[in-house]
């Protein structure tokens, strides 16, 4: 999974499951200023996980993140519905599902 200049991310956030699984909601918006929101998810454990979620934001991108395997040393994206961006009382959020349990960024 490769971003760009088109994508804008909160840092990465530890799981409260794991220390060695990361994630960070991204935004992305392109030249005709319409967006998505993205879970991106990055694990170093050693064994695979169950991982889930979903994504959400103030302009109507959202999605559900399909519980799958996430093996280690890999790198993952879930992506919210392409729409039209508004910056007008602007939030993005990302709730990542470890295992069962649920993390949430809002930003």
Excluded at 2 to 23: I, L
Excluded at 43 to 51: E, H, K
Excluded at 81 to 100: C, D, E, Q, Y
Aim: with cysteine; hydrophobic share 35%.
């Amino acid at each position: 999974m490769s971003t760009n200049a088109n994508w804008t991310c909160t840092p990465y956030y530890t799981h409260s499951v794991s220390d060695y699984v990361k994630f960070k909601a991204c935004e992305v918006i392109n030249a005709n200023k319409d967006a998505q929101v993205v879970l991106v998810v990055q694990s170093t454990a050693s064994a695979a996980l169950s991982i889930g979620g979903s994504v959400d934001s103030s302009y109507g991108s959202r999605g559900t993140c399909t519980i799958s395997a996430l093996n280690p040393g890999f790198t993952r994206g879930c992506y919210g519905s392409t729409v039209p961006w508004s910056g007008t009382n602007w939030w993005i959020s990302a709730t990542f599902t470890l295992n069962g349990v649920p993390d949430t960024i809002v930003v």
